[in-house]
């Protein structure tokens, strides 16, 4: 298959698995106030998976991590993180609250991307660009259907990538297509916490 028209498919995958995934992981979520939502990949691109952070989750765990490194934390940094002026896990995906499973319709997507790299390593490769504008695409439609809630124009959406030197740079372009400038440019201060 052609890799545009395979990303183009990969897209349409994407926002279906989420609608049907997304009413578990918003039930579990409950009454907790949602702060952002990342789609995150690996730096093949070949796993993709949902992840929503909360406050509250965001502080507990921070608070977790308090206790298992205040000895290697400056105490004025404990004192802001404990005042909620920063946080150690605020904007990294993987110290997050909510997800998919891995048994979940998005985890189906990562094995069609696996298959489709696995069969054409090398142009999988070369159009690399055309997965992430699929991820933003089907993210874009998610966002304006309000797939993710209702009030959530205070919520940060963005890709991000797991150990990769790129991570930053996917994680500011793409936040700045899918927030409002506002909301970007809080994001684009994360580097400070």
Request: aromatic residues 12%.
């Amino acid at each position: 298959m052609e890799m545009k028209s395979f990303f183009e498919k990969i897209s349409t995958e994407i926002e279906n698995a989420v609608k049907k995934d997304i009413n578990k992981i918003l039930k579990e979520i409950g009454e907790e106030r949602v702060y952002a939502i990342a789609f995150v990949t690996d730096s093949d691109c070949i796993t993709l998976y949902l992840a929503i952070n909360t406050c509250e989750y965001m502080n507990k765990k921070d608070h977790e991590y308090i206790e298992l490194l205040q000895d290697k934390l400056s105490e004025e940094y404990i004192k802001k993180v404990k005042e909620g002026s920063c946080s150690i896990t605020k904007w990294n995906p993987a110290e997050w609250g909510y997800s998919d499973e891995s048994n979940s319709n998005l985890a189906e997507v990562s094995k069609l991307l696996f298959s489709e790299e696995e069969d054409n390593p090398a142009e999988y490769e070369k159009n690399i660009d055309l997965f992430f504008e699929a991820v933003t695409s089907a993210f874009q439609r998610l966002i304006q259907l309000k797939v993710f809630g209702q009030d959530l124009e205070e919520v940060t959406y963005f890709i991000s990538i797991s150990d990769d030197e790129r991570t930053y740079e996917i994680e500011n372009f793409s936040a700045k297509l899918l927030n409002s400038e506002n909301i970007y440019k809080k994001f684009l201060e994360r580097s400070g916490e």
